[in-house]
């Protein structure tokens, strides 16, 4: 019997050339996200069929969609801490379905009460699952890869966000604005039960939380069948230092992490604030702007294209040249935003300055999101993510809550572009904050900030 030996499991994944195991892995990570992006931008696209319904004001529209991510928010805070607990994969699986019946269940909904708790337990598994799925895909990715590995998982988002429009279109009008829920449901529970049967357990996990010894040297021989990895081997990460104890918010916050993640939280929080003002007021924008409804649908699946192609611009280039890559399209998104909110611009020239607004925008916040769990060690790796994007909640729920009183307001409709033009400022001070307090870039191999400190 061979005598043990000390596997250094970071060192491996470094060395990796990607093969089927990462490839299936991503599949699987961006279906569900597709799921997850379809969940979530359904509710702007049957707003128009539940208002008429049940005689909703605008507030309560925007109410209606600000509990689901208020859900969203409190599941990132509740399932990161358990990720970091018990696991990546039967966190995301258990969530995954979990938000699968939740969105079948609001196709019954009779009331708007029924309405608004369903979208806030909906929102809960939504917010446990997402941040885990990069979590996980960050931890089988070398660093040179990261930002790419996270963009690409996030496309899946972008496709689904794109299909919530032009399926409500077909289904509402014929079967009711229930269809839609029910799709949803079915197609979100099938991508779970693949999770179930393929989505893998961190191997940096189990190395930091010295847990499952038989699962791990498994996942290690899967990796690379070469290393003949056995149960009584040791399994270190040379690139972390061991975890310490239970997390703890103060670990968000140690070393260069106390000026990372406040610029990462801020800048995120404005991001969204932006995205999901857009996300969820364009349709009944360009609606009250004298659009017909089915345009103002198809214009946010476009939209949703747009924001993806936005954020696979800026991906390599954030992995080779960190944050301030990303700074550059919400710093464009400024005078796109200023001049769609001029009133200057009307019919055909309008759509175009919001397919802009969606690349500028929409892709700042693909950006945002690849860089959200890559300065933190493994140990917290769930924690931290799951944090950033519950905290970058607060903008989500404040975007769509802004929109409906604005417009009850009896201002003009455009102007509301003239005032969000201050989320992308936001943004792009705080990535270059970011670029200043990392470094200008990543190199390859290099650790993350975090295991530095």
């Known amino acids: 019997m061979a005598a043990p030996r000390t596997i250094d499991v970071a060192t491996l994944i470094e060395g990796r050339r990607f093969d089927r195991f990462n490839y299936r892995l991503i599949a699987v990570s961006w279906l569900i996200t597709l799921f997850d992006g379809f969940d979530q931008m359904m509710i702007n696209y049957t707003a128009p069929y539940i208002r008429d319904q049940f005689g909703l004001s605008k507030p309560e529209i925007g109410w209606l969609v600000s509990w689901g991510l208020a859900g969203m928010m409190a599941g990132g805070f509740g399932f990161s801490w358990l990720a970091d607990r018990i696991g990546r994969r039967p966190t995301v699986v258990g969530t995954a379905f979990g938000f699968g019946i939740l969105t079948f269940a609001t196709g019954f909904a009779q009331t708007y ?96 939380r010295g847990l499952r010894p038989h699962a791990l040297a498994r996942i290690v021989r899967r990796l690379d069948p070469a290393s003949g990895a056995e149960l009584t081997d040791r399994f270190v990460l040379g690139d972390e230092a061991a975890a310490r104890g239970r997390f703890h918010v103060g670990q968000l916050f140690a070393g260069r992490l106390a000026t990372v993640t406040p610029l990462l939280w801020a800048g995120y929080i404005a991001s969204s604030l932006a995205v999901y003002f857009l996300a969820s007021w364009s349709p009944l924008l360009l609606e009250e702007l004298h659009f017909p409804r089915a345009t103002a649908a198809w214009m946010g699946a476009i ?132 670029a200043r307090a990392t470094g200008r870039r990543v190199e390859d191999g290099a650790l993350p900030v975090a295991a530095r400190a």
């Open 113 to 208: 009460p029924q309405l608004v708790a369903l979208r806030f337990l909906d929102g809960l598994a939504i917010g446990g699952m997402l941040p885990l799925a990069w979590a996980l895909n960050i931890e089988f990715a070398p660093a040179r890869m990261r930002a790419t590995v996270v963009t690409v998982v996030m496309l899946g988002f972008s496709f689904g966000s794109a299909l919530a429009g032009p399926l409500t279109n077909w289904l509402a009008p014929a079967y009711g604005w229930q269809a839609v829920y029910f799709a949803g449901g079915i197609g979100t529970l099938v991508a779970a039960a693949l999770l179930l049967a393929f989505l893998p357990e961190s191997a940096r996990f189990l190395v930091t």
């Open 303 to 434: 939209n949703g294209v747009i924001g993806a192609i936005g954020g696979l611009l800026i991906m390599r280039f954030t992995d080779r040249r960190g944050p301030g890559a990303i700074a550059v399209l919400p710093l464009l998104a400024i005078p796109t935003l200023l001049l769609a909110g001029s009133g200057k611009v009307t019919g055909s020239a309008f759509l175009f300055v919001q397919m802009l607004n969606a690349l500028f925008v929409s892709g700042g916040h693909y950006g945002v999101h690849s860089i959200a769990g890559i300065f933190y060690p493994s140990a917290i790796r769930a924690s931290g993510a799951g944090w950033a994007t519950s905290i970058a909640k607060l903008g989500a729920v404040l975007g769509p809550l802004a929109g409906g009183y604005l417009l009850a307001s009896g201002m003009p409709v455009v102007r509301s572009y003239t005032l969000l033009a201050v989320c992308p400022v936001l943004l792009g001070l705080c990535l270059l904050g970011l």
